[in-house]
């Protein structure tokens, strides 16, 4: 059973920074593909970033320069520094996997950002 669980949301003030943690279980979780997603209300879900099993990232046009994905498969994590954090950052951020063409979200974790 694939689980994601997300971590490390909060209010933060305009500027400030975050990291968010994503821990995976029941994956194959050194070669799945490991993506950040956020939803703000009234909108539709978006990429953030993504991270392949090689360490290739890309990053959504909104965040790049600002936010920086990674991953330790020894802890079966992948994690999301975001800095400079802008009150339009503010959503609920998902972890993403797809394993055996199945996707698997986590819970979310509510990032506000306050001006």
């Known amino acids: 059973q694939v689980q994601l669980v997300e971590s490390g949301g909060g209010l933060v003030q305009a500027g400030g920074s975050l990291r968010l943690s994503c821990a995976a279980s029941g994956t194959t979780f050194n070669i799945n593909t490991m993506e950040w997603y956020r939803q703000a209300p009234g909108k539709q879900r978006e990429l953030v970033a993504s991270?392949?099993?090689?360490?290739?990232?890309n990053y959504g046009d909104s965040v790049k320069g600002r936010f920086t994905i990674s991953r330790d498969n020894a802890k079966n994590t992948v994690y999301l520094q975001m800095s400079s954090l802008k009150p339009e950052d503010t959503a609920v951020y998902y972890c993403n996997t797809v394993q055996f063409f199945r996707a698997y979200w986590g819970q979310g974790t509510q990032v506000t950002v306050s001006s």
């Open positions: 991270i392949t099993s090689g360490g290739n990232t």
